[in-house]
């Protein structure tokens, strides 16, 4: 094990290299131990900045800062917790090459790059993989899955994102005028060739970031969409081939946290046509991507057509046709130019949005046409469906209900003995569970409640009992020789 001397000049050497910030683990493996560090600290010889992190000078650099919080979040994970027997220039080397899934990204990448002026902390720091993010003061943390060598820059012995990759990344944080300085001041420095912002969007096709730049650099979206053969040709088919224009190309569109920028649209309609030719929407990653925008895009009510070059150039027609007919179920009427937008409202939060029903189309013949669709012109409007009319309200009918009385009377009548049976076995089961505190409460309620039931009761041969006289009802009176006799209200009315 080295002695404290070799382990303090092996400290020193590796702190000279990170503008005098060393990290614990660094000091453990430059052999300095506990007892020792302890008395550094004591004797202010060293001094603590941050978790985990010490410098050997009182004040640091804003460099120093970030290298604190860079070896804090863990970017000396991949030293061995032993001593190290190398010498300090070799082991000053060995100990400052960081781990390369721990990287500054972000505003602190641009920040290192001289492309912004932004504040020293929070420090960016991306995770890369499965790497365990830990929670660090000063630290804002995020994670990727992947990592590209073309978005990888090392500044002054700091592992940083690229500039084109670090404005992708803080594009739908950062308001639109911001973004445009940054861009520019970018290009101005040298730090952004025009070619390197394109293929980093590219490779970070799905990102929200790409869109809100596209939306932010004219040139940019040219060249990410317009520029592309496929998108000129299906620019000519959308405005000369179809009766829907006009479109509008480089459309932007914010759902939730994403903002997107469709190829061409039509507002109005919700209805989007994309081109999808080589570069972002090739392989597994493209594919998955355009697959979760246009459904998060069906949840929101727009309808997305995605054309490639084979389709354009042998089904023009029945493309053409598709448009037509979904554009006719969101409230487009041929010959207007413009649609409904009150007739297609996007569907309530939490219910799933259904594709559009593409409706049978009959040919001039009169037969229908189960191959490729026509394209509708003017005059063929399809036939609106009948809307069917609501079934009548019920009605109460009450003598049911009378009936219904009569009968419970009845049943209540027949069964007396047994709801009286029935009412005294509850009271005494009461009783014994309140351990005969509410003995007279319970006898009071129970004797009125057989009273009650002897009223709605009808008893047999009782005063409510079918062929019994009332004898508080009122006497009829006697028919009058005068009027002749009471009319049978049974009997038939009407000449006989």
Sequence with gaps: M????HAARLAAAIAGRQDGVISLRQLRWAGVSTRTLRRWVERGRIYRVGWRAYAFVPRVTDRGVVFAALLGAGGDRHL???PTLLGAEEAAVRATLLDPHIVLSHYTALRLQGVCASAVTPVDVT????????RVAGVRGHRTRNLETADLRHVRGLPVTAVARALVEVAPRTPADRLRRLIREAQVLGALPPEELAAACSRLAGHPGVAVLAASDRDLAVRLTGDSPLAGDLAVFLERQTALAPWTPQHPVTLGRH???LDFARPDLRMAVEADGAGAHEGTQGRTSDARRDAEMLAHGWVTVRVTADRLRREPEPLGATLETI???RGWRPGTREGRPASVPGPPSGIRARAPVRPSVTSPSGAPDGGALPCIRSGASPARPSIP??????MVNFSNLSKLADKAKSMAGQHNSKIDQAIDKGVKAADKATKGKYGDTLSSNAEKLKGAVDKVADKPGGANAPGTVDSTAVPAPAPDAKSGPVPDPDAPKGPR
């Design 127 to 134: 995770f890369v993989g499965g790497v365990v993010r830990p």
């Design 389 to 394: 009319t609501p079934p009548e309200p019920r």
């Design 80 to 82: 061995a917790r032993e």
């Design 327 to 329: 554009a006719l179920q």
């Design 259 to 261: 903002v997107y920028r």
């Design 2 to 5: 080295p002695d404290d001397h």
